[in-house]
């Protein structure tokens, strides 16, 4: 595992943002994904909490923080300590996508910008691999990486005011799907039909940082099929574990 020159900076009373370089790179997310799981095994006894983007962690404690130099001593020894972490199983979740021009919404203008046909637009982003870097913006968003370049678009200079749940959509260098209904800026290509964020799971959202996922093109029949099963709460999220 790489080691950064890490910055430490105070967030408020109580909590520390950790950076690294800002890069969207797998070994980033891998070392800071490392370095959260030491810091929660290091504190197991101690309430904090921890968040993570694609190059930073926001550790939070619940009181406050006295001697800020010791509190980032502590975080450094951590990091640079040879703790064994239990590490979780990374899974390939493969999210059933319909690509119909009901739904994609600027597909049309995406194939007029790049000069190619909505179905080359349609395979290229169903054959990539994307990596869940974290989770934010809504509940169950996730922010993945791994987009074809071809596919890079920059956010639309006027957002809509409603998208609609479950739209697959492209936004800079990122694709993602809106777990729920919401604004948004991003340009609109499908809409899967699966929850993303289901209050009442065990496990709100089924997808964590460091897995994978892959878009299965699916026909507008084959779409409202999942969409009843995923109402009468019989759909289960296809995947397989890569390795744990």
């Known amino acids: 595992m790489n080691q950064y020159q890490l910055k430490y900076k105070p967030y408020g009373d109580r909590s520390i943002l950790i950076e690294w370089p800002s890069k969207i790179e797998e070994v980033i997310l891998k070392d800071i994904i490392n370095f959260k799981e030491k810091i929660l095994q290091k504190y197991v006894e101690q309430k904090i909490h921890i968040n993570h983007a694609y190059n930073s962690l926001l550790v939070t404690y619940y009181e406050i923080i006295i001697d800020y130099g010791f509190a980032v001593s502590e975080l450094k020894e951590v990091y640079n300590s040879k703790g064994i972490y239990k590490k979780s199983s990374v899974l390939l979740w493969k999210i059933p996508v319909c690509y119909d021009d009901s739904f994609g919404l600027d597909l049309e203008m995406l194939s007029l910008e790049k000069g190619i046909s909505k179905n080359e637009i349609i395979e290229l982003h169903s054959e990539s691999i994307y990596t869940v ?43 993602g799907v809106y777990p729920n209904e919401s604004p948004g800026g991003w ?58």
């Open 187 to 244: 340009n609109i290509i499908g809409n899967s039909p699966i929850n993303f964020f289901d209050v009442q799971s065990e496990t709100p959202c089924f997808a964590k940082a460091g897995d994978t996922i892959q878009f299965v093109p699916t026909a507008l029949s084959n779409y409202h099929e999942i969409m009843t099963s995923v109402n009468n709460g019989t759909y289960v999220v296809e995947s397989e574990v890569l390795y744990g």
């Open 133 to 175: 870097y974290f989770i934010g913006f809504l509940p169950g968003f996730l922010y993945l990486g791994g987009l074809n370049e071809t596919l890079y678009t920059p956010r639309k200079a006027s957002p809509r005011l409603q998208i609609k749940k479950g739209a697959v959509a492209i936004g800079g260098n990122q694709t």
